[in-house]
């Protein structure tokens, strides 16, 4: 049984704009990953890396999924480094399709560039920086997605409709 969309991809790859978008014409429940996070501890992204470590951060970020995914019907937007780990990905596997959103280095930067939002870019907010980082985590994304689509120059709402066909099918009808 697939019953949720979930949209993963590296940061910036515009996971957060599409569920909106999809949570408007699908008229399907929209959570965010990081924004759950944020309200379970009461701490920012930055904090949380800052004062408790990354690790804490991918704990939560799997302790999170466990949480939501007891639901159906969702639109989940996940973190850029959720499907890092493969428990992660068994759960988003067991629980709906995985999407995954493409995008190239420089159209990455431009979405991102002006937001300090992000700790793992904030030092290092550079073209070649998210070139480099993006080939190391490549496999995992590609491994990972059952469906991915390319957002560079591309519409929002033809991307969503794209989507919507695309799962449409797991759903039978949404
Ligand atoms: C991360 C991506 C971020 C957030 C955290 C770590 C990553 O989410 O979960 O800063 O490891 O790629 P977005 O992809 O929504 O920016």
């Known amino acids: 049984m ?54 804490f951060f991918r704990n939560m970020e799997t302790e999170s999924l466990k949480e939501i995914l007891n639901k159906t019907g969702l639109i989940l937007s996940c973190g850029g480094g959720t499907v890092l780990r493969t428990e992660n990905v068994d759960l988003m596997k067991q629980n709906g399709k995985i999407v ?29 920086y998210i070139a480099e980082f993006l080939e190391k985590r490549k496999s995992a994304y590609f491994q990972a997605a059952d469906i991915i689509i390319r957002t560079d120059g591309r519409n929002i709402a033809d991307i969503c409709q794209e989507i919507l066909n695309k799962t449409g099918k797991a759903f039978g009808k949404i």
């Open 100 to 128: 995954l959103l493409t995008a190239e280095p420089q159209t990455i930067y431009e979405r991102v560039k002006n937001n300090n939002e992000r700790p793992l870019l904030n030092q290092n907010m550079s073209i070649e």
């Open 2 to 55: 697939n019953k949720n969309i979930l949209l993963t991809g590296f940061m910036g790859t515009g996971k957060t704009t599409i569920s909106h978008e999809l949570h408007r014409m699908a008229r399907m429940e929209e959570i965010d990953l990081d924004a759950y996070i944020v309200e379970k501890t009461g701490c920012s992204i930055n904090e949380i890396f800052e004062k408790q470590g990354e690790q």
